[in-house]
């Protein structure tokens, strides 16, 4: 019996039985905080999704696949817990989204990933298992927890100059730039109407004659170019050791601003690549690389800030958790910030700041160049296992909720 089939043997064993019984299980509430539930049903049809999520990643390892679905359970009712402790505090703080907010997201994503009408947009909904009215509601879901974040957590994170510049000071070499070429090349093209390579290596020597000779690159070119020998001058912009192809990596490197290298045989015919200019390795200063220490340094205190706002939001909430079968261990992976829907599906160019420096490590797109909308992305799940939590005993289930945090 395959994994996938055994992933999904809970969903299908509940709709075997009969419809009063099934009725009572789904039903069943495995997770309240506090006036929030989940039910067994909402359990199942998340761990069915991720478990088919993790099938479907191609960028995943065979043991890291069959570790993810080893945990699917606990990391599903993780997911669960700690979405439902922000819904929950979302309530208290009377955060509400408009739908015009909505309506903004969804036209980001659109968008973000080239789809043009309402029936591409439909088709890549229907090709990762969800209608519009479900992706709205996870979207304004998401779009309230980052209001809740922003508020509680990011705007007690405050840094000026004066914390910048110690850490710029204190690592600054971390932000050392390598030697750097800025280059343009010009393409003999193998296609070009030249039928012979002796042919192609005149042309080549002809515009490296008359660039020696103090002709611009483009001047040099333009006749061959307008009869389609070769392409017009490509700008590379700047390169480091390492980025070009080794063919061209241990000719460029030798050569001085203006210089043009001998023709190297590559994709598409002979590359002639001139130096533009070049840049010595130096650590940048301190105002080029400000916005970077800020963002960088955001990132990491709002991570640990996080964890430790989301573990005394649950020592104030009324909290009655009964895993089922397979998620009991659920609570070694508190501590991972949850990500937002946003980020799992590939908004954060659209997202406030609040959203960004919440996410140090963003969920990979698919990519959107080839002009074809596909699915859109569902969620990765987490693979980073923090230490163990000891859990506590969780509060009576006849006992009032405590106060919100802050109150």
Known sequence: MTTKRLLVLPVLALMLLPAALRAELVNKVVLRVNDQIATLYDYEQRRAGMAEEILRQQDLGDEERRQLLSQVGELAFKDMFEELLIESRAEQLGVEVAETQVDQQVGQMKKNFGIENDEQFAAALAQSGMTEPQLRERLRRDMRAREVMGREVQSKIQLDEDDLRR?????????????????????????????????????????????????????????????????????????????????????????????????????GGLHLMQVVERREARVPAFAEVQEQIRTREQRRRMQSEVVIYMAELEKKSLIVAEPPSGAEGFRRFLGQRPQTEDERLGLNEAATPAATEMNPATTPMQDSTSGEPGALPEPKPTTNTPPPVVEASPPAADEPPPPPPGS
């Open 167 to 267: 850490l710029y000071q204190k690592n600054r070499e971390e932000f050392r730039l390598p030697e750097q070429l800025q280059l343009r090349e010009v393409v003999v093209l193998e296609e070009g109407g030249l039928p012979t390579a002796e042919e192609r290596a005149a042309v080549a020597a002809s515009i490296q004659q008359a660039v020696a000779g103090g002709k611009p690159l483009a001047d040099a070119v333009a006749e061959h170019a307008q009869k389609g020998h070769t392409s017009n001058v490509i700008d590379i912009g700047w390169v480091s050791p390492g980025d070009l192809d080794p063919g061209l990596e241990s000719v460029v490197w030798k050569l001085t601003p203006g210089a043009l290298t001998e023709p190297v045989a590559g994709r």
